[in-house]
Protein backbone atom coordinates (compact mmCIF):
# COMPACT_ATOMS: atom_id res chain seq x y z
CA UNK A 1 0.00 0.00 0.00
CA UNK A 2 2.77 2.76 0.57
CA UNK A 3 4.14 1.90 -2.56
CA UNK A 4 1.09 2.67 -4.49
CA UNK A 5 0.74 5.41 -2.87
CA UNK A 6 4.26 6.47 -3.25
CA UNK A 7 3.29 6.17 -7.42
CA UNK A 8 0.03 8.03 -7.00
CA UNK A 9 1.76 10.64 -5.18
CA UNK A 10 4.70 10.75 -8.35
CA UNK A 11 2.02 10.54 -10.78
CA UNK A 12 0.11 13.81 -9.66
CA UNK A 13 2.40 16.90 -11.49
CA UNK A 14 3.95 19.52 -9.38
CA UNK A 15 3.03 22.99 -10.19
CA UNK A 16 4.43 25.00 -12.23
CA UNK A 17 6.55 27.91 -10.93
CA UNK A 18 9.85 30.12 -12.12
CA UNK A 19 12.80 28.06 -9.94
CA UNK A 20 15.30 29.67 -8.28
CA UNK A 21 17.89 28.51 -10.04
CA UNK A 22 16.34 30.22 -13.74
CA UNK A 23 15.34 33.21 -11.44
CA UNK A 24 19.19 33.83 -10.50
CA UNK A 25 19.46 33.42 -14.38
CA UNK A 26 17.18 36.25 -15.75
CA UNK A 27 18.78 38.26 -12.67
CA UNK A 28 22.24 37.70 -13.90
CA UNK A 29 21.02 38.22 -17.62
CA UNK A 30 19.49 41.27 -16.87
CA UNK A 31 21.66 43.00 -14.70
CA UNK A 32 24.33 42.04 -17.42
CA UNK A 33 22.46 43.84 -20.20
CA UNK A 34 22.52 46.94 -17.86
CA UNK A 35 26.07 46.88 -17.08
CA UNK A 36 26.60 47.17 -21.04
CA UNK A 37 23.90 49.94 -21.22
CA UNK A 38 25.44 52.13 -18.65
CA UNK A 39 28.80 51.86 -19.73
CA UNK A 40 28.18 52.52 -23.81
CA UNK A 41 24.18 52.82 -24.11
CA UNK A 42 22.74 54.92 -21.73
CA UNK A 43 19.38 54.57 -22.99
CA UNK A 44 15.93 54.76 -20.39
CA UNK A 45 15.36 51.22 -20.47
CA UNK A 46 11.68 49.89 -22.11
CA UNK A 47 10.94 46.63 -20.23
CA UNK A 48 9.69 44.08 -22.04
CA UNK A 49 6.74 41.17 -21.42
CA UNK A 50 8.81 38.23 -21.29
CA UNK A 51 7.67 34.91 -22.22
CA UNK A 52 10.03 32.04 -20.78
CA UNK A 53 9.54 28.05 -20.91
CA UNK A 54 11.17 24.66 -20.41
CA UNK A 55 10.19 21.65 -21.24
CA UNK A 56 7.13 21.43 -19.22
CA UNK A 57 6.44 24.76 -17.96
CA UNK A 58 5.71 28.74 -19.33
CA UNK A 59 6.66 31.87 -17.26
CA UNK A 60 5.05 34.95 -18.07
CA UNK A 61 6.59 38.18 -16.96
CA UNK A 62 5.09 40.86 -16.98
CA UNK A 63 6.75 44.34 -16.11
CA UNK A 64 6.17 46.24 -13.12
CA UNK A 65 7.02 49.37 -14.47
CA UNK A 66 7.34 49.91 -18.56
CA UNK A 67 10.32 52.63 -18.29
CA UNK A 68 13.18 52.57 -16.00
CA UNK A 69 16.31 54.97 -15.96
CA UNK A 70 19.94 53.40 -16.73
CA UNK A 71 20.97 54.44 -12.88
CA UNK A 72 18.25 53.05 -11.23
CA UNK A 73 17.78 49.19 -12.54
CA UNK A 74 16.24 46.62 -10.44
CA UNK A 75 16.94 43.64 -12.65
CA UNK A 76 17.91 41.98 -9.12
CA UNK A 77 14.59 42.37 -7.44
CA UNK A 78 12.67 40.66 -10.15
CA UNK A 79 10.46 43.78 -11.54
CA UNK A 80 7.92 41.34 -13.00
CA UNK A 81 4.69 40.05 -11.59
CA UNK A 82 5.22 36.39 -12.77
CA UNK A 83 2.67 34.19 -14.04
CA UNK A 84 3.44 30.58 -14.79
CA UNK A 85 1.54 27.23 -16.14
CA UNK A 86 1.86 23.81 -17.76
CA UNK A 87 2.24 24.28 -21.84
CA UNK A 88 1.71 21.13 -23.43
CA UNK A 89 3.99 21.58 -26.25
CA UNK A 90 2.69 24.95 -27.05
CA UNK A 91 3.17 28.10 -25.97
CA UNK A 92 0.52 31.14 -26.69
CA UNK A 93 2.90 34.49 -27.32
CA UNK A 94 1.42 38.06 -25.99
CA UNK A 95 0.07 38.82 -29.79
CA UNK A 96 -1.54 36.21 -29.80
CA UNK A 97 0.05 33.80 -31.85
CA UNK A 98 1.55 30.02 -30.87
CA UNK A 99 4.38 28.34 -31.31
CA UNK A 100 6.23 25.01 -30.44
CA UNK A 101 7.73 24.63 -26.95
CA UNK A 102 11.02 23.97 -28.74
CA UNK A 103 14.74 26.01 -29.06
CA UNK A 104 13.11 30.01 -29.68
CA UNK A 105 14.63 32.92 -28.96
CA UNK A 106 12.88 36.49 -30.51
CA UNK A 107 11.78 39.75 -29.99
CA UNK A 108 8.15 41.32 -31.04
CA UNK A 109 5.70 44.02 -31.06
CA UNK A 110 2.83 45.09 -29.12
CA UNK A 111 0.30 47.87 -29.09
CA UNK A 112 1.82 51.27 -28.27
CA UNK A 113 4.96 50.65 -28.89
CA UNK A 114 5.92 48.14 -26.39
CA UNK A 115 7.23 44.55 -27.03
CA UNK A 116 7.85 41.64 -26.01
CA UNK A 117 10.47 38.62 -25.82
CA UNK A 118 9.84 35.20 -26.26
CA UNK A 119 12.69 32.77 -25.10
CA UNK A 120 13.52 28.76 -23.87
CA UNK A 121 14.95 28.91 -20.92
CA UNK A 122 18.88 27.18 -20.44
CA UNK A 123 17.79 24.06 -19.70
CA UNK A 124 16.56 23.85 -23.09
CA UNK A 125 19.79 25.37 -24.67
CA UNK A 126 21.59 23.46 -22.15
CA UNK A 127 19.66 19.51 -23.83
CA UNK A 128 20.81 20.92 -27.48
CA UNK A 129 24.75 20.61 -26.20
CA UNK A 130 25.45 24.02 -28.46
CA UNK A 131 27.97 25.90 -25.99
CA UNK A 132 31.10 23.99 -26.18
CA UNK A 133 32.47 25.94 -23.19
CA UNK A 134 29.49 23.99 -21.33
CA UNK A 135 27.03 26.23 -18.94
CA UNK A 136 24.79 29.10 -19.78
CA UNK A 137 27.19 31.55 -21.34
CA UNK A 138 25.45 31.20 -25.07
CA UNK A 139 21.86 31.51 -23.47
CA UNK A 140 22.60 34.29 -22.04
CA UNK A 141 24.58 35.70 -25.16
CA UNK A 142 21.48 35.21 -27.01
CA UNK A 143 19.40 36.62 -24.32
CA UNK A 144 21.39 39.92 -24.61
CA UNK A 145 21.04 39.68 -28.35
CA UNK A 146 17.22 39.99 -28.15
CA UNK A 147 16.99 42.13 -25.34
CA UNK A 148 19.08 44.56 -26.95
CA UNK A 149 16.00 44.22 -29.89
CA UNK A 150 13.58 45.20 -27.43
CA UNK A 151 14.93 48.48 -26.61
CA UNK A 152 14.32 49.55 -30.48
CA UNK A 153 10.39 49.14 -31.39
CA UNK A 154 11.85 52.61 -33.48
CA UNK A 155 13.82 50.29 -35.93
CA UNK A 156 10.65 47.80 -35.93
CA UNK A 157 8.55 50.10 -36.86
CA UNK A 158 10.84 51.15 -39.76
CA UNK A 159 10.81 47.34 -40.84
CA UNK A 160 6.99 47.39 -40.62
CA UNK A 161 6.42 50.74 -42.77
CA UNK A 162 8.51 48.64 -45.62
CA UNK A 163 6.60 45.52 -45.68
CA UNK A 164 3.33 48.35 -45.63
CA UNK A 165 5.30 49.67 -49.15
CA UNK A 166 5.47 45.78 -50.95
CA UNK A 167 7.30 43.54 -48.73
CA UNK A 168 6.33 40.39 -47.86
CA UNK A 169 4.86 40.29 -44.17
CA UNK A 170 6.74 37.82 -42.73
CA UNK A 171 10.08 39.17 -44.06
CA UNK A 172 13.23 38.18 -41.15
CA UNK A 173 16.44 39.55 -40.45
CA UNK A 174 18.01 36.78 -43.54
CA UNK A 175 15.93 38.66 -45.81
CA UNK A 176 19.21 39.88 -48.13
CA UNK A 177 21.14 36.66 -47.98
CA UNK A 178 17.64 34.77 -48.93
CA UNK A 179 17.05 36.58 -51.65
CA UNK A 180 20.43 37.86 -53.32
CA UNK A 181 23.36 35.36 -51.71
CA UNK A 182 23.30 33.33 -54.34
CA UNK A 183 24.62 35.50 -57.29
CA UNK A 184 28.04 34.78 -57.17
CA UNK A 185 29.46 38.78 -57.74
CA UNK A 186 26.75 39.49 -54.54
CA UNK A 187 28.74 36.89 -52.37
CA UNK A 188 31.98 37.90 -53.21
CA UNK A 189 31.57 41.73 -53.06
CA UNK A 190 29.76 41.03 -49.09
CA UNK A 191 32.47 38.73 -48.02
CA UNK A 192 35.27 41.51 -49.10
CA UNK A 193 33.35 44.31 -47.60
CA UNK A 194 32.66 42.21 -44.35
CA UNK A 195 36.48 40.80 -44.03
CA UNK A 196 37.45 44.90 -44.75
CA UNK A 197 35.06 45.79 -41.61
CA UNK A 198 36.73 43.19 -39.35
CA UNK A 199 39.89 44.28 -40.43
CA UNK A 200 39.58 47.89 -39.76
CA UNK A 201 38.18 46.80 -36.36
CA UNK A 202 41.41 44.81 -35.37
CA UNK A 203 44.10 47.43 -36.87
CA UNK A 204 46.09 49.24 -34.19
CA UNK A 205 46.56 52.51 -36.22
CA UNK A 206 43.25 54.60 -35.92
CA UNK A 207 44.46 56.14 -39.33
CA UNK A 208 44.37 52.73 -41.16
CA UNK A 209 41.47 51.62 -39.47
CA UNK A 210 39.64 54.97 -40.91
CA UNK A 211 40.83 53.55 -44.34
CA UNK A 212 40.11 50.16 -44.43
CA UNK A 213 36.46 51.13 -42.79
CA UNK A 214 36.04 53.82 -46.20
CA UNK A 215 37.20 51.10 -48.52
CA UNK A 216 34.21 49.07 -47.07
CA UNK A 217 31.73 51.67 -46.77
CA UNK A 218 32.59 52.29 -50.97
CA UNK A 219 32.07 48.40 -51.55
CA UNK A 220 28.96 48.41 -49.82
CA UNK A 221 27.81 51.14 -51.76
CA UNK A 222 28.76 49.83 -54.91
CA UNK A 223 27.25 46.46 -54.12
CA UNK A 224 23.85 48.10 -53.28
CA UNK A 225 24.02 50.00 -56.25
CA UNK A 226 24.27 47.48 -58.61
CA UNK A 227 21.89 44.52 -56.54
CA UNK A 228 19.29 47.21 -55.22
CA UNK A 229 17.41 48.09 -58.42
CA UNK A 230 13.96 48.79 -59.84
CA UNK A 231 11.84 46.70 -57.92
CA UNK A 232 14.42 45.82 -55.21
CA UNK A 233 15.41 49.08 -54.55
CA UNK A 234 13.29 48.52 -51.34
CA UNK A 235 15.58 46.46 -50.26
CA UNK A 236 18.67 49.10 -49.71
CA UNK A 237 16.55 50.31 -46.82
CA UNK A 238 15.63 47.03 -45.39
CA UNK A 239 19.39 45.86 -45.18
CA UNK A 240 20.35 48.81 -43.20
CA UNK A 241 17.65 48.50 -40.94
CA UNK A 242 18.70 44.52 -40.34
CA UNK A 243 22.75 45.52 -40.22
CA UNK A 244 21.33 47.83 -37.31
CA UNK A 245 18.91 45.76 -35.60
CA UNK A 246 21.31 42.54 -35.75
CA UNK A 247 24.59 44.65 -35.35
CA UNK A 248 23.42 45.98 -31.66
CA UNK A 249 22.26 42.33 -30.38
CA UNK A 250 25.68 40.99 -31.76
CA UNK A 251 27.63 43.64 -29.95
CA UNK A 252 26.17 44.02 -26.88
CA UNK A 253 26.64 40.52 -26.60
CA UNK A 254 30.05 40.37 -27.46
CA UNK A 255 31.12 43.36 -25.18
CA UNK A 256 28.86 40.71 -22.21
CA UNK A 257 31.45 37.75 -23.39
CA UNK A 258 34.00 40.23 -23.28
CA UNK A 259 33.59 41.61 -19.50
CA UNK A 260 35.17 40.22 -16.48
CA UNK A 261 32.18 40.63 -14.88
CA UNK A 262 30.12 38.60 -17.63
CA UNK A 263 31.38 36.17 -19.81
CA UNK A 264 34.83 36.61 -19.38
CA UNK A 265 36.49 35.62 -22.20
CA UNK A 266 39.07 36.57 -24.09
CA UNK A 267 38.39 38.87 -27.08
CA UNK A 268 39.98 36.81 -30.21
CA UNK A 269 37.68 33.93 -28.51
CA UNK A 270 34.85 36.02 -28.07
CA UNK A 271 34.80 36.87 -31.76
CA UNK A 272 34.68 33.50 -32.62
CA UNK A 273 32.19 32.57 -30.04
CA UNK A 274 29.68 35.24 -31.43
CA UNK A 275 30.22 35.14 -35.08
CA UNK A 276 29.51 31.31 -34.80
CA UNK A 277 31.16 30.53 -38.53
CA UNK A 278 29.08 33.46 -40.01
CA UNK A 279 26.38 31.88 -41.09
CA UNK A 280 23.34 34.24 -40.46
CA UNK A 281 25.27 37.76 -42.87
CA UNK A 282 23.08 40.53 -41.51
CA UNK A 283 24.32 39.88 -37.80
CA UNK A 284 27.69 39.17 -39.10
CA UNK A 285 28.23 42.26 -40.87
CA UNK A 286 26.03 44.29 -38.58
CA UNK A 287 28.07 43.14 -35.64
CA UNK A 288 31.45 44.13 -37.81
CA UNK A 289 30.00 47.59 -38.33
CA UNK A 290 29.15 47.95 -34.97
CA UNK A 291 32.58 46.99 -34.61
CA UNK A 292 33.87 49.99 -36.53
CA UNK A 293 31.61 52.28 -36.04
CA UNK A 294 32.18 52.06 -32.20
CA UNK A 295 35.67 52.82 -32.16
CA UNK A 296 35.26 55.55 -34.67
CA UNK A 297 32.32 57.34 -32.88
CA UNK A 298 31.74 56.01 -29.29
CA UNK A 299 27.88 57.36 -29.06
CA UNK A 300 26.72 56.13 -32.43
CA UNK A 301 24.95 52.89 -30.65
CA UNK A 302 22.71 55.26 -28.85
CA UNK A 303 21.56 57.28 -31.67
CA UNK A 304 20.87 53.81 -33.32
CA UNK A 305 18.24 53.30 -30.45
CA UNK A 306 16.93 56.58 -30.60
CA UNK A 307 13.45 57.80 -32.24
CA UNK A 308 13.90 58.24 -35.09
CA UNK A 309 16.96 55.94 -35.48
CA UNK A 310 20.13 56.30 -37.23
CA UNK A 311 21.11 53.30 -38.83
CA UNK A 312 24.59 51.90 -39.21
CA UNK A 313 25.78 52.77 -42.41
CA UNK A 314 24.15 56.45 -41.87
CA UNK A 315 26.90 56.24 -38.58
CA UNK A 316 29.63 54.83 -40.44
CA UNK A 317 29.46 57.83 -43.02
CA UNK A 318 29.08 59.87 -40.34
CA UNK A 319 31.76 58.84 -38.78
CA UNK A 320 34.19 58.65 -41.51
CA UNK A 321 33.47 62.12 -42.41
CA UNK A 322 33.93 63.78 -38.93
CA UNK A 323 37.26 63.93 -36.76
Not at 36 to 63: E, M, S, Y
Not at 259 to 279: E, V, W
Request: aromatic share 8%; net charge positive; with cysteine.
Amino acid sequence: MFTLILALVAAVPLPCRLARADSAWLARALDGWQAQNQRALGVTIRQPALVLFDAKCVHRLTPVVDRVAPARFIAAKQPFAVRSSAHQGRVRLPDGAMIPAGLTSFAGPLPAGRMFFVMSLPSVWRARDLDPGGGDRLATAVFLHEYTHTQSPALGTLVDSLTRRGLPVDVNDDVIQQRFGARPDFRTSYEAERDLLFEAAADPSDSQARALAARALERIDQRRARTFVGADSIYAELEDVFLTMEGLGQWVAYRWLTDGAGGAMAAPDALSFIRRGGRHWSQDEGFALLLITTRLSPSSPRAMLATPPVTVLRALRRSLTSR
